[in-house]
């Protein structure tokens, strides 16, 4: 028999909740001690403002002009050259940046990882929550979900959430799990359909450039830092594997987990969408 | 302040005006628009019992979740305050406040899920021996075991019965909070209930029983 709408109501309605806050309270504290914010826009001309006096003053400087660096923009991911990590061989470079891709920035004073470094979030399945499945996936997405048909459907697909007001759209995450250890995973393809999503920060002979469809791609091999932009809350993540990074469109593809370039260009260049038989 | 309580007096009396709480309503948003936080603590008022159930509802059972509640309802009135220029005139508030709150609580749950995650197998594995001891129990609580039964259901599901039954919402504000169509808020409905008897039936048959013979 069917569970009964009216018994369903009247059950629920004696659930004991814990007695409500003053939350009221919460709020008026937490609105009171700050002036109202400016304008993103505001914000933006500001940071701007500040940013080139910031850099007007340190390029006199001879020793900090040194310290200017360069990063690589590709889709919603930047990434950072930075110092050899520890124990790291320092190599010849692996890539020069291109000009079409060139930013220049203000070195970092601090160079080593923060203290709230953690492991990479596919590594193991833990470090993932969220799940969703293709369906609810691609229902969400103005574009097609794909995936590499000699890997299949993933296992998982996890959502990944960018609260910020008019950047609502979701970063899906699609894993294959390692058959030898399930509880961890083998690949990981972000599929990220944001102007900005995070930046990389590696050492630059971990960088190479190469070609997804003919279109530059970065290969970032071995152990780096991401910083993952989520709102106002920015955090950097040490990530161990191997990444491809390329774009196509508007969305900004992050695959993770192949052995080789050639092995990630592979995979990339084999993404389809999902046609339902 | 910005206004006094002469014009908004509910900010000083917290007085009911039963004749026209959606012109009030929408007399103190416009006043909060404008920066006057006041208004907009009555507002908070109003509406801080159901925006805390249900982020209380949605965080499922867990030795912080009240506290959690609470960050997450207090998180849903300072972005709905901060985001008031995008919230449309004329319509009603808790609908927008709720699926703030909701969306928040999904975040939490799923910043949360990595120990969910670790969690998962082990529960699926040993689930059947837990419930029949949790149903043994003589001080059993019906309530609280269906809360327990809904959070094996998905968010979605969770989220519609959670509004419909726990905060008896009728079913065209579901919609609103569930930026869904009205058919599709039945729908949803009818489905959560059968994945909500098909749990109950495999993992808390004793309250399944208990709810046939009533």
Known sequence: ?277 | MELSGKLHPEIDSGAEDEAQPAAREAALVAHARRGDEAAWTALVAAHQEPVFRLAYLMLGNGRETTAVAEDVAQEAFVRAYRNLDQFEDGRPLRPWLLAIAANLARNRRRSAGRYWAALRRWWQAERRERTVKAQSQNERDDAHLLWQALQRLSLAHQQALYLRYFLDMPEEEMAEVLDIAAGTVKSRLYRGRQALQAVLQEEFPLLYEEWQQR
Do not use: C
């Not at chain 1, 709230?116 to 499945?133: C, F, K, M, N």
């Not at chain 1, 399930?182 to 450039?209: H, N």
């Not at chain 1, 950097?236 to 992050?254: D, H, K, M, P, Q």
């Open chain 1, 1 to 277: 028999m069917p569970i009964d709408e009216q018994q369903l109501a009247e059950i629920a309605a004696t659930f004991s909740y814990p007695p409500t806050p003053d939350i009221a309270g919460r709020v008026q504290k937490a609105l009171q001690p700050r002036p109202a914010r400016p304008r993103r826009t505001q914000r933006l001309a500001w940071a701007v403002l500040v940013l080139l006096l910031l850099a007007s003053a340190l390029l006199a400087v001879p020793t900090v002009r040194a310290a200017l660096r360069e990063f690589f923009k590709i889709g919603a991911i930047r990434i950072l050259p930075e110092p050899a990590l520890p124990g790291e061989a320092t190599t010849t470079p692996a890539v020069t940046i291109p000009a079409a891709d060139r930013v220049t920035d203000v070195a970092p004073v601090e160079t080593q990882a923060p203290p709230s470094a953690t492991h990479l979030p596919t590594r193991t399945l833990l470090d993932l929550a969220g799940a969703t499945t293709w369906e609810a996936a691609q229902a969400e997405v103005g574009f097609p979900l794909r995936y590499p048909p000699e890997h299949g459907l993933p296992d998982e697909i996890y959502r990944q959430e960018v609260w910020d007001p008019g950047l609502e759209a979701p970063v899906f995450i699609l894993v294959w799990r390692d058959e030898d250890r399930p509880s961890e995973v083998a690949l990981a393809l972000y599929q990220i359909p944001l102007p900005y999503y995070g930046l990389k920060s590696a050492s630059l002979s971990a960088i190479s450039e190469t070609l997804v469809y003919e279109q530059r791609a970065y290969w970032v091999e071995g152990p780096h830092r991401l910083q993952l932009q989520t709102g106002e809350v920015a955090e950097w993540l040490f990530v161990a594997g191997n990444v491809l990074i390329w774009a196509e469109g508007e969305v900004t593809y992050r695959l993770e987990g192949a052995d080789t370039v050639a092995e990630a260009v592979r995979i990339a260049e084999s993404l389809a969408p999902h046609r339902d038989k």
